[in-house]
């Protein structure tokens, strides 16, 4: 979304965090229905984070790349240094490295 114009901006809560909200423009026009489905999701924002957060932890349990591509690539960062020494000696797992993770945006 940072190569695309945006057409409105803003902010929903999430836990005790915000997250931006970014509505895009895209080349087809939406329609009423799918903003209504956007607006839903925002709604519910903690059970789709719960939702996501289940689907890329799956992903992570069968493919560590993005696992062990990010604590090689970023072992100087505190969130990495913790994982691992919590990881204490092991790989980081998938439950771990999710449960670190923090949205920071959601577009359409």
Not at 27 to 41: I, V
Not at 53 to 60: Q, S
Not at 69 to 74: D, G, L, Y
């Amino acid at each position: 979304m940072d190569e695309t114009e945006v057409i409105r901006e803003g902010a929903a809560a999430l836990g005790s965090s915000e997250v931006e909200v970014r509505r895009a423009e895209t080349s087809s026009r939406l329609d009423a229905g799918e903003l209504d489905a956007f607006a839903t999701h925002l709604a519910h924002l903690p059970a789709l984070d719960t939702a996501t957060r289940a689907a890329i932890r799956e992903d992570l349990q069968q493919d560590r790349y993005f696992i062990d591509h990010h604590a090689a690539e970023f072992d100087d960062v505190e969130v990495i240094k913790r994982l691992t020494r919590e990881a204490n000696g092991e790989a980081i797992s998938a439950d771990a490295f999710t449960a670190a993770m923090h949205p920071v945006r959601i577009g359409l």
